[in-house]
């Protein structure tokens, strides 16, 4: 590639597919931010050894952490119920899940730790409260059928929001995103199967089904965040297409998805306000409990202290996992050197 620009924060995936490349020639090389705006605009993906504007940057960390948190804490109000699935079959698949829960944090460390940040870094951010993590896992799982209502609801949720990251602009983050998703979709779909069952069983286990329901709706429709006018990352992770779609139109979408599937459970949604709406050709639905929201996020949620005392006391237990794997990689990679020297 001698007729290319030459950049030190490049690579030849970029140079192939960014427009101007050409042009550009090997007298009047753009600079980096040219080339990142470059990149953006033709929807293309920026990659670790782009240039990047440091907002960009700090903003990809602070999502992409808090998302790989999430996943971790997010095994926690499901774990709880693994010792008391009712079957076999219930606590394989219960345990699979959360699982994969643990796979997804792992894969968003690594896109985070792209970005330059240590994972140690991230994890002590997040035990020094400096960090969040999505505050619907700040609620408890009280009956079985609660882990239905989390799949169901919470995961499909969680899809209407990633689906939309798989075409996030940072490559590394939109590559975890296309794995986590396929995923995801089977999280949904057996909670929604773990609650038709429930609904065409017993008076008390249809009470329990709608009693879950009744507790997860809101919380549900609260992880899309404030309405897109009170959000303040919004508009520039939007121009920087790390975000594709506001938080009221993705809200809008889960709702429009979720109802019908309600009415074919035969569950009744909490919302005296939720209603077709044929002239917008979408549902209504009424307002969230805004009070409740910012409680939860400021830590003051029914769970929150919890998920971190038992966040923090995993960390530590584990501690002695970490350092013999590092030992016996350590030991491992000298065996190497000795035998490649030999
Ligand atoms: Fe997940
Ligand atoms: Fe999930």
């Given at each position: ?7 030190h924060f490049t690579n030849e995936r970029s140079f192939a597919k960014v427009p101007g490349d050409a042009e550009a020639g090997a007298t009047s090389p ?178 329990m089904a709608q009693d879950a329901v009744n507790r997860w709706w809101w919380p549900s429709l609260m992880m899309f965040g404030p309405h897109d006018a ?113």
């Amino acid at each position: 590639m001698s007729d290319a620009p030459t950049h030190h924060f490049t690579n030849e995936r970029s140079f192939a597919k960014v427009p101007g490349d050409a042009e550009a020639g090997a007298t009047s090389p753009m600079t980096g931010e040219q080339r990142f705006q470059a990149i953006i605009d033709a929807d293309d993906k920026i990659e670790p050894t782009d240039w990047m504007p440091d907002e960009y940057r700090k903003t990809l960390i602070r999502q992409i952490a808090q998302h790989a948190h999430s996943e971790v804490i997010g095994m926690q109000p499901e774990g709880n119920w693994i010792s008391r699935a009712p079957s076999l079959k219930r606590k394989a698949i219960l345990m699979a899940k959360v699982q994969d829960e643990a796979g997804h944090g792992l894969y968003l460390y690594s896109a985070t730790e792209t970005l330059g940040i240590g994972r140690d870094e991230l994890v002590d951010l997040l035990h020094a409260g400096r960090h969040k993590y999505s505050s619907i896992f700040n609620y408890p799982t009280l009956n079985w059928a609660d882990i239905g209502a989390i799949g169901w609801l919470v995961d499909g949720a969680a899809i209407t929001n990633q689906v939309m990251l798989t075409r996030t602009s940072y490559g590394p983050y939109s590559r975890a995103m296309v794995r986590i998703c396929k995923e995801e979709s089977f999280h949904q779909r057996q909670g929604y199967e773990l609650l038709l069952r429930l609904c065409r069983g017993s008076e008390e286990q249809k009470a329990m089904a709608q009693d879950a329901v009744n507790r997860w709706w809101w919380p549900s429709l609260m992880m899309f965040g404030p309405h897109d006018a009170e959000s303040t990352h919004t508009q520039q992770s939007m121009a920087w297409k790390i975000k594709r779609v506001s938080n009221d139109d993705l809200r809008q979408q889960f709702v429009d998805m979720t109802v019908p599937q309600a009415e074919y459970l035969g569950l009744a949604l909490p919302d005296p306000d939720l209603r077709w709406n044929e002239a917008r050709g979408h549902y209504d639905f009424g307002d969230i409990d805004w009070a409740e929201f910012w409680n939860v996020v400021k830590g003051n949620g029914p769970m929150n202290r919890e998920r971190m005392e038992h966040k923090r006391r995993a960390w530590d237990e584990g501690a002695w996992v970490r350092e013999a794997a590092a030992a016996h990689a350590a030991k491992q990679q000298a065996r190497r050197v000795a035998k490649k020297s030999a």
